[in-house]
C-alpha cells in the first residue's frame, strides 16, 4: 500500500529533513548547510593531504574518489551564504563576505575550478601532477579562508 | 611566491578541514560527518518537497539541480557508520544498524539507487514521472528511518 502523503507528512515534519524553501532560508539554516558543506569537503580533503604528506601510503584510486567527491560538494558551497547569513548561529564567516560578495563569489569559483581540475587530473593516475594539482586546490581553500574566516 | 609546505601545515592543523586518515577514523569524527550528509541532503529534498506538495510553484530545472546533488551526496553517506560510530557524539542512529549492517546497507543502496533514478528522470522535465520518482526516494529514506533512526 502506498502512503504518499504520509511519507510528505513525515517529511513535512522535519524527519531529518530540513525544509527548506528556496525563497525564504532561515540564517540558522544556511549555517548550517554550509558548515555540513565544509565538513563534507574536510572528511574528504584530509585523507588526500595525508597522503600528500607521506603520512599514509599512496593511494591513487582511493585519492581519485575523494577528489571526485570535492568536486561534487564544492559547487554547493555558495548556497550557503545568501544575505542575511551573517549571524542567526555560530558562524566562522567574516561579516566581510556580504560586503565583498563579488570577490567572495570569484574565490569560490575558483575552489569549484581547481577541485574540478583535480578530479580531472586524478582520473589519470599521475602521483606528481594529483599531488601538484592538490597544492593548487589547497590555495584555493586558504586564499577564501585567510581573507573571509575567523580563523580558531 | 608558492608555499605548499606552509599551505599543507595549515590543513594539518584544521583549518576546517578534520584530518581523517581513513584508517583510523574518530567516532565524532565520523558522526559529525554523517550528519552533514543528510543535513545537505535535506537542504536539497526539502525545496523538492515543497514543489511536491504545492508549497512552491513547480520548477522543474530547479528541481533537476537538486535531484542531482541528493543523488551526488546519498552514496557519500554509508562511509559515515563505521564500525565503532554507534556512540561517541549526540547520535539519532540505533545501535541496531551494527547490528544488522547487510540490512542497513541494502537500504543505503536503495536510496543510492531511488535518488539516482530520481536525478535521471528529472532531466526529462516530465513533472509527473519526478513526482512519483520523489515518493519512491522519500520512500526509499523512510524505510530507513522507521528501522534506524531515533526520531525526536
Chains 1, 2 share one sequence.
Not at 565544509?38 to 607521506?54: D, S
Request: glycine share 8%.
Amino acid at each position: 500500500m502506498r502512503r504518499p502523503r504520509l511519507i510528505l507528512a513525515i517529511l513535512a515534519a522535519g524527519a531529518g529533513l530540513a525544509a527548506v524553501a528556496t525563497a525564504a532560508v532561515k540564517p540558522e539554516s544556511a549555517i548550517a548547510y554550509r558548515q555540513a558543506g565544509y565538513t563534507m569537503l574536510g572528511w574528504n580533503f584530509g585523507p588526500m593531504a595525508q597522503m600528500v604528506r607521506g603520512k599514509t601510503p599512496w593511494d591513487a584510486a582511493e585519492f581519485a574518489r575523494r577528489a571526485e567527491r570535492v568536486a561534487q560538494i564544492a559547487p554547493q558551497l555558495l548556497e550557503g551564504f545568501p544575505e542575511g547569513s551573517d549571524a542567526g548561529a555560530k558562524t566562522d564567516a567574516k561579516p566581510e563576505i556580504w560586503k565583498n560578495m563579488d570577490d567572495f563569489k570569484a574565490k569560490m569559483d575558483e575552489l569549484v575550478k581547481q577541485s574540478r581540475l583535480l578530479a580531472e587530473v586524478a582520473k589519470s593516475g599521475d602521483e606528481a601532477k594529483m599531488k601538484d594539482q592538490f597544492k593548487q586546490t589547497a590555495g584555493a581553500c586558504k586564499a577564501c579562508h585567510e581573507k573571509y574566516r575567523n580563523e580558531e
